[in-house]
């Protein structure tokens, strides 16, 4: 079982629509999850990250974790065209600086 | 320029050949991080180093290896190069000190391997 579960989309969405992207894990040990974004032929770009349960806002993104179900999600409200992209979950230990990633989530937001 | 960069972008090679990938920053992070990305694996760790003594295995580094030259150089080496190594690489830095251990991320270097 990999440690970090992503749905690859794609996703299609129409410009102002709400976006849910979901991730799942199964090392109870992670306390800090992060969501990066990835334009087409770029390195991944960290956009959140939450530590431990709860919400996190910025702006028009919402990253919400459940450590009980050992699930994370990223909202983006009034999507935009800009917004398209690969979105990768991330996840790792406090102790230890090494992350485990999400095989991302391929959004497409149309005019 | 580029906090993070990595040379060459764009890489064709033949089977058996020895392939080195650079990486280069201007961070001043201690850590760094060679990363693959295949389509629908999402990224795997192949090497990763805290410092400039200290190199550590991460999932997926059977047919690597890496030398990290000074605080600011770390590079990742195919001594034998096969065609399943063809994917898209990229190197990252991280602070020790940073809050929720953010990654920076060059823009990558695409490997083919015929």
């Known amino acids: 079982q990999k440690e970090v579960e992503q749905d690859p989309g794609p996703l299609s969405v129409p410009e102002g629509a709400i976006v849910s992207l979901n991730c799942t894990y199964s090392?109870?040990?992670?306390?800090?999850f992060m969501w990066y974004r990835q334009y087409s032929r770029k390195g991944p770009e960290l956009l959140m990250y939450?530590?431990?349960?709860g919400n996190k806002e910025d702006g028009r993104f919402t990253a919400q974790v459940d450590k009980s179900s050992k699930y994370i999600s990223l909202f983006i409200r009034d999507s935009q065209p800009s917004d398209s992209a690969t979105y990768l979950c991330?996840?790792?230990?406090?102790?230890?600086?090494?992350?485990?990633f999400g095989s991302g989530t391929k959004l497409n937001v149309k005019p | 320029d580029a906090d993070v960069t990595q040379t060459p972008r764009n890489r064709i090679t033949k089977t058996g050949k020895r392939i080195m990938l650079e990486c280069s920053q201007t961070?001043?992070?201690?850590?760094m991080y060679w990363y693959r990305q295949d389509p629908g694996l999402g990224l795997q760790l192949i090497y990763y180093?805290?410092?400039?003594?200290?190199?550590n295995k991460g999932e997926i580094s059977d047919g690597y290896s890496v030398s990290r030259q000074a605080q600011a150089k770390f590079s990742l080496s195919l001594e034998s190069a096969i065609p399943n190594q063809t994917a898209l690489y990229f190197c990252?830095?991280?602070?020790?000190?940073?809050?929720?251990?953010?990654?920076?991320f060059g823009e990558g270097s695409r490997l083919t391997v015929l």
């Open positions: 961070k001043g992070h201690d850590r």
């Open positions: 090392n109870s040990a992670f306390q800090y």
């Open positions: 991330a996840m790792g230990r406090v102790s230890f600086n090494k992350f485990y």
């Open positions: 180093s805290f410092d400039v003594k200290d190199i």
């Open positions: 939450t530590y431990s349960s």
């Open positions: 990252a830095t991280s602070d020790a000190g940073g809050e929720g251990g953010e990654l920076f």
